[in-house]
């Protein structure tokens, strides 16, 4: 049996030992919770190095990747790319800042209303931010190779369910 199988194994031990500690409880959520908070760390530490090669971290490309997503000519302002990178409005600032700095970004205030910076790719963020969505979904499909197409399919659409029911009982 391999780490990984041990690891997987060690979910449903410590489900075990609270069912037997504490017969009183359901433990159950435990195993999917333990499990996608597992996938969650492991798949944080492999997108990181992928990132890393692109002297990129996950919430610089976040950035980079949500003006992309936007469309030419790629500049948002900072409250849209909070609400895009589930950052704060420090957050995004303190990225921002970092991003105008390496020369990937540059601020352009808004011609009628110069209360409003956007955010915009330089020719040089553009250049990065696709090469690195390259290689980071070529990096995505390497991890999901195990699972298969259906499969992961029928995963994302049972995640979502499950976000749904966390957002519902948060209301």
Not at 10 to 27: A, Y
């Amino acid at each position: 049996m391999g780490s990984q199988d041990a690891e997987v194994s060690d979910v449903d031990r410590f489900v075990q030992q609270w069912r037997d500690q504490r017969p009183d409880l359901d433990p159950s959520p435990i195993a999917l919770f333990g499990r996608v908070h597992r996938v969650y760390l492991r798949y944080q530490a492999v997108i990181a190095k992928n990132f890393e090669e692109f002297g990129l971290n996950p919430a610089s490309f976040d950035v980079l990747a949500a003006l992309r997503r936007s469309g030419e000519p790629y500049r948002m302002t900072g409250t849209e790319l909070a609400a895009e990178s589930l950052l704060s409005s420090a957050g995004i600032t303190f990225r921002l800042d970092k991003l105008e700095q390496a020369g990937l970004i540059t601020r352009v205030r808004d011609t009628a209303d110069r209360r409003v910076v956007h955010s915009q790719l330089t020719p040089e963020g553009l250049a990065l931010i696709d090469q690195a969505i390259g290689a980071h979904l070529a990096n995505e499909h390497r991890l999901l190779a195990g699972v298969g197409a259906d499969d992961a399919a029928q995963l994302a659409a049972l995640l979502q369910r499950l976000e749904d029911s966390i957002l519902d009982a948060q209301a």
